[in-house]
């Protein structure tokens, strides 16, 4: 079972590049990498998902290693409203069971 | 915009009292987790079903805790007896288990607080 651990709080200026890392040491052959963000009193919301190598969407990008023991997480050219916590998520039991990253607060400075 | 919908998103019980929430998962998901997260930002897992039978739930869901999904209604957690320690960020979330590596889907929570 993939144990998942991430830095707790990361600092930025709006306008910079951030990259929040989730090490994920057990992950399994059978297991993907999602990342969420999560504002107060909201649940976590979807950012990108992916199994191995590079995925970009419209976002958001992702990068895992080549042994997948590693996701970061790049948010470009954050804003005031990217200020929230990330978290990665590793799913596992094909999809039946969800394993928690600790979570990264982002904050963002004007 | 969240497609899996909980209600109601604030609730406010006296100890001792029931409180019960509902969620309704996103169309087509099988799989319904529902999880506890403090004020620490830690999340506790708490049960989940596939379609309407239990997969997996924790000791403490079986004490106080109750939960279903029944077929052609909305899936609910309640507990039975609240205590102060209840209080929390309840989040309901639903999958399409399989190897796509479908994204599960976090509705926007019911924020319980026990008095």
């Known amino acids: 079972l993939a144990k998942t651990t991430q830095p707790p709080s990361m600092e930025a200026y709006e306008g910079q590049e951030v990259n929040v890392s989730c090490s994920h040491t057990n992950i399994a052959t059978s297991e993907y990498i999602y990342w969420y963000r999560q504002v107060p009193h909201q649940g976590p919301q979807f950012i990108i998902q992916?199994?191995?190598d590079y995925v970009v969407n419209e976002v958001a990008s992702l990068f895992i290693s080549a042994d997948r023991k590693l996701s970061t997480l790049s948010l470009p050219w954050v804003s005031l409203r990217d200020a929230a916590v990330y978290y990665c998520i590793v799913t596992h039991q094909g999809g039946r069971a969800l394993i928690f990253g600790t979570g990264t607060t982002v904050s963002v400075s004007p | 915009n969240s497609k899996v919908i909980q209600t109601p998103r604030y609730l406010v019980k006296g100890q001792g009292q029931k409180a019960k929430m509902r969620c309704i998962p996103e169309k087509g998901h099988p799989v319904v987790f529902w999880y506890q997260q403090n004020k620490n930002n830690e999340f506790k897992f708490l049960i989940n079903f596939q379609n309407q039978e239990v997969l997996q739930q924790i000791d403490m869901t079986e004490k106080r805790f109750s939960a279903e999904c029944p077929s052609n209604s909305p899936c609910s957690l309640e507990i039975q007896s609240s205590e102060a320690g209840d209080s929390a960020l309840y989040l309901c979330?639903?999958?399409?288990?399989?190897?796509?590596?479908?994204?599960?889907?976090f509705g926007e929570g019911t924020r319980l607080s026990v008095l």
């Open positions: 992916g199994y191995k």
């Open positions: 979330a639903s999958s399409l288990p399989g190897t796509g590596g479908w994204a599960p889907l």
